[in-house]
């Protein structure tokens, strides 16, 4: 989708770290992290949110959550633990109007949701 920065990572238009890619999903370092390990895991394909996910979306579901063991493993926290996050909304804080799920770890979060 044109003017959609993830859309730009997904086809390398805009350049970022990439930690882990195959035909349905990209993986990238945020960049603002806000722990050690901060990953974000899109699908090449435009998705508004997670709200807006059908059906026929649903084969993106299965490869972002293998993807996120892929990136645990790459970010050596498969063992110690990490949260997945994705944000909907105004109150949950989208700012990025593409769907992404972020990997963050590398540190012992708490209870806290933010
Ligand atoms: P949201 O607030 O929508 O859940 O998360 C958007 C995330 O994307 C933020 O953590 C922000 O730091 C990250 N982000 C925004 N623009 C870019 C970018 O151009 N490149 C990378 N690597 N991360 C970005
Ligand atoms: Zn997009």
């Given at each position: 989708?044109?003017d959609c920065i993830?859309?730009?990572?997904?086809?390398?238009?805009?350049?970022?770290?990439?930690?882990?890619?195959?035909?349905?999903?990209?993986?990238?370092?945020?960049?603002?992290?806000?722990?050690?390990?901060?990953?974000?895991?899109?699908?090449?394909?435009?998705?508004?949110?997670?709200?807006?996910?059908?059906?026929?979306?649903?084969?993106?579901?299965?490869?972002?959550?293998?993807?996120?063991?892929?990136?645990?493993?790459?970010?050596?926290?498969?063992?110690?633990?990490?949260?997945?996050?994705?944000?909907?909304?105004?109150?949950?804080?989208?700012?990025?109007?593409?769907?992404h799920y972020h990997?963050?770890?590398?540190?012992?979060?708490?209870?806290?949701?933010?």
């Open positions: 989708m044109e993830f859309c730009k990572i997904t086809t390398k238009e805009i350049p970022s770290t990439i930690v882990y890619e195959n035909d349905k999903v990209i993986a990238f370092e945020d960049a603002h992290p806000v722990a050690p390990v901060h990953t974000l895991v899109v699908p090449k394909k435009h998705i508004a949110n997670m709200m807006e996910l059908t059906d026929e979306d649903m084969e993106y579901i299965v490869a972002i959550h293998k993807a996120i063991q892929e990136v645990a493993k790459i970010k050596g926290v498969d063992k110690t633990g990490f949260r997945v996050i994705t944000n909907y909304g105004e109150d949950g804080g989208q700012t990025v109007m593409h769907l990997v963050i770890g590398g540190e012992h979060l708490g209870p806290k949701i933010r």
